[in-house]
């Protein structure tokens, strides 16, 4: 089966389109395999609303759900079972793409438990146990940007596990982000571990940026203010590819690091739907396109790249003067950007604990159910 042009154009620009969405059912229909074969999709991310919107859809967990009730399963112990079979299966799914990508692609992406993000220790020995049960080299344990959590992250790579850090929204969290990873290179390379074989992205999220600063700008209401609208995300995506540039492209703490096999650490733009119908469906794939990075998109988003992106090279590089002016006019009107950081991060745990509740809540009722 033939790709699509414009997400092969979008690939062969070196962005890695990862799917942000995972269910039983994409698995057990093929779907999943056919969006590798004709949309280029190479990865896959999942967090606790997906998780959470996939069981509660159709019946594809039922009959997985009655064996476990009848074994006596809690529901913490139901909702790991069948979230890293899912998983494991996507990762076999996606071993081809693993293999023939030298281990940069073919990934998949499981969350240690959100409630967790602001426990250090909790999240650790979880991503542990996570990587233990999936048991596949081409899993990637994700795990939040809090700053109570980064030494977790140093501390799991440490162990030579693959991370996918999730929820960064500030260049100076991601800057905190990328130290954690050279520091979790720098310790698994003391314990003796393959720094070939560790690998990492940088999640960072990009429509909730605009959401939220957009809202504060018709808040404001002067013409300056609402000229601003929609790009924020973008401006802050571009700066946190010129910070990555600074630490990877040449930066004497990876160089060291590199002869002993050591991968950069690669910018993910996270978040891609675009929520605001007045802007372009594609706008947070077109504009971040650049080398060594990776798109997680929702289905909806790669299906507009698919009919009408308009791929034309690299949208990035070179630009963040250009965004550090969008910052310097937002600050300029008003706009607090320490506390839209400090906002959407405390917002995107609170949404992904919110999921995982619903998620036990429903599981609980279809244990519950299964028992009677």
């Given amino acids: 089966m033939a790709q699509n042009s414009n997400l092969a154009a979008l690939s062969a620009a070196g962005v890695s389109v990862w799917l942000d969405d995972l269910s039983r ?3 057990q229909t093929g779907n999943l395999k056919e969006l590798i074969d004709t949309k280029s999709v190479v990865g896959v991310t999942t967090n606790p609303s997906i998780f959470q919107a996939a069981l509660s859809k159709g019946d594809a967990y039922n009959a997985q759900v009655s064996e476990l009730a009848e074994r006596g399963a809690d529901v913490d112990a139901t909702i790991r079972t069948v979230t890293t ?9 996606l071993a081809d793409v693993y293999r023939n990508s030298d281990g940069v692609d073919g990934r998949v992406s499981i969350e240690v438990d959100p409630r967790l993000a602001r426990d250090a220790d909790k999240t650790i020995s979880q991503a542990v146990e996570l990587w233990k049960i999936v048991d596949r080299p081409n899993l990637f344990i994700k795990i939040p940007a809090m700053k109570e959590g980064v030494p977790a992250i140093t501390a799991v790579l440490g162990e030579g596990i693959s991370v996918n850090v999730t929820l960064i929204f500030s260049v100076e969290r991601y800057r905190a982000v990328m130290d954690a990873y050279l520091e979790g290179l720098e310790k698994a390379k003391e314990a003796g571990h393959d720094l070939s074989k560790i690998h990492s992205v940088a999640s960072f999220f990009v429509s909730r940026v605009d959401t939220e600063i957009d809202k504060r700008l018709e808040e404001i209401g002067t013409d300056e203010a609402l000229a601003l609208r929609g790009q924020a995300g973008v401006a802050n995506a571009r700066l946190a590819y010129a910070a990555y540039e600074e630490i990877f492209v040449g930066g004497s703490r990876f160089e060291a690091l590199k002869s ?8 993910l733009w996270a978040s891609t739907g675009v929520k605001n119908p007045d802007y372009s469906d594609t706008l947070y794939v077109t504009e971040l396109v650049a080398p060594n990075t990776v798109n997680t998109m929702p289905e909806k988003t790669i299906d507009a790249v698919a009919d009408h992106g308009v791929i034309t090279g690299d949208t990035v590089t070179g630009k963040a003067d250009e965004a550090q002016a969008v910052f310097d006019k937002l600050e300029s009107v008003g706009i607090d950007l320490t506390d839209v950081f400090l906002v959407l991060e405390n917002e995107g745990v609170e949404k992904f604990e919110k999921s995982w509740l619903e998620l036990l809540e429903a599981t609980k009722g279809q244990l519950d159910a299964a028992k009677k």
């Fill in 85 to 93: 079979d899912d998983v494991r299966d996507a990762c076999d799914v």
């Fill in 25 to 27: 059912d994409r698995l």
């Fill in 260 to 267: 002993d096999g050591a991968r950069v650490q690669r910018p």
